[in-house]
């Protein structure tokens, strides 16, 4: 998987990821948009999955006089479409075109907006069936599924769980400000024999437990992967409290504005650059939040 994203980082085709929920399709996708020309660029992702019907084209596309779409908001970078089998039908055609000349319309407007953008879409399910079924345009998927990176379930792929494991430490003990926890014999033992039903998910959660629970100087993993043991505590200090209470605070207004970051950003008081900076260093993954 890794060569693959090397492979394919520099190049514009059209990527569709295939994976179980969990399996880091977006965590793949940022990075062939990172490795690439166009790290420097916007990385928007969407989950179809969660945007309602009467919404989907206004948001994609943008309202003339109003708010700009995820097309716009992506120009000279990436637009990743994750669960793209939730794209309603009478949307598709609409996307297979802005897919093609890169040109769209905005609601309300019959002025051509023409952007520069790399496409990369995910599922969860095999979009065969669903073209059989008369629910996916055949065309767009032959579009989207020019190049196919298939995802295999972490229980599959045990040599990247401590690489993994590894890298979601560094970042939670970067948010809440304390020593990286080692990883001993035993915690890679537990790592290796847990079956990660949730896949990366699981794992990023797993790193964090393990993180908060080293703030109190004990802990393992073993003792982080089990589901009764939050591993949560009292900050030791004012600005491990402030990173807990703005990952609560903004987690809980994407949830509530279903993604849309313009009302998240206005809901907060804040501008959308430094929302955008909190999500990163806050490791917050907004497909999830809204998944639930």
């Not at 993993?221 to 589901?227: C, G, K, L, T, Y």
């Amino acid at each position: 998987l890794r060569e693959s994203i090397l492979d394919l980082c520099d190049f514009d085709a059209p990527v569709m990821l295939l994976g179980e929920t969990g399996t880091g399709k977006e965590l793949v996708a940022r990075a062939l948009h990172d490795l690439g020309a166009r790290a420097g660029a916007p990385f928007i992702a969407v989950n179809c999955a969660t945007i309602p019907l009467e919404q989907f084209e206004a948001m994609m596309f943008g309202v003339a006089g109003g708010e700009s779409g995820l097309f716009s908001a992506a120009d000279t970078g990436t637009l990743f479409l994750d669960e793209i089998g939730n794209c309603p039908n009478e949307i598709q055609t609409k996307l297979l075109r802005v897919i093609e000349t890169q040109e769209f319309c905005e609601l309300g407007s019959s002025q051509l907006i023409r952007v520069n953008l790399r496409i990369v879409s995910a599922s969860n399910e095999q979009l065969e069936r669903a073209v059989e079924e008369d629910k996916f345009r055949q065309d767009l998927l032959f579009r989207l599924n020019n190049v196919v990176l298939q995802l295999p379930p972490l229980r599959e792929r045990s040599e990247d769980i401590p690489l993994l494991f590894t890298h979601f430490l560094t970042q939670h003990a970067q948010v809440y400000e304390t020593a990286i926890p080692q990883v001993d014999a035993g915690d890679l033992s537990a790592l290796l024999s847990h079956d990660w039903p949730g896949n990366v998910r699981e794992l990023r959660h797993v790193a964090e437990r393990r993180v908060l629970l080293a703030r109190r100087g004990r802990g393992s993993v073993s003792e982080a992967i089990r589901p009764d043991n939050e591993g949560e505590d009292v900050p030791h200090s004012l600005r491990g409290a402030v990173a807990i209470f703005e990952k609560q605070l903004i987690g809980n207004a994407i949830i509530s504005h279903q993604g849309r970051m313009d009302a998240v950003a206005e809901a907060l008081g804040i501008g959308r650059r430094t929302l955008n900076e909190k999500i990163v260093k806050l490791g917050l993954n907004k497909a999830e939040l809204i998944e639930g």
